[in-house]
């Protein structure tokens, strides 16, 4: 069974930087979508970006683009959210997923927190 633990998230004052990374304890193969969400305090979870076909296809939602990164690596069962520009409305814990067995998300990380603040 494939498990992901992400990695990378913190405190970072407004206009920093992250990286935060996906880990999978199996192998990830191309056709498996892979993405990243994101659920502040009170709200619900959201989608962030997605990747499939070895990063060859991504997606972002709409309050992310040009800000924020998608990117794998699939020799290494590894997926990346470079985030650039950071604004405090990004506070969330972030979670990474993928479609393993089926066509739909069925496979969650338990997510870190990332905190925008001065």
């Known amino acids: 069974q494939v498990r992901l633990e992400e990695s990378g998230g913190g405190l970072v004052q407004p206009g920093g930087s992250l990286r935060l990374s996906c880990a999978a304890s199996g192998r990830i193969f191309s056709w498996n979508v892979m993405g990243w969400f994101r659920q502040a305090p009170g709200k619900e979870r959201e989608f962030v970006a997605s990747t499939r076909w070895s990063g060859s296809v991504t997606d972002y939602a709409e309050s992310v683009k040009g800000r924020f990164t998608i990117f794998r690596d699939d020799a290494k069962s590894t997926m990346y959210l470079q985030m650039n520009s950071l604004k405090p409305e990004d506070t969330a814990v972030y979670s990474c997923?993928?479609?393993?067995?089926?066509?739909?998300?069925?496979?969650w990380g338990q997510g870190t927190q990332v905190t925008v603040s001065s």
């Open positions: 997923a993928a479609t393993i067995r089926s066509g739909n998300y069925d496979t």
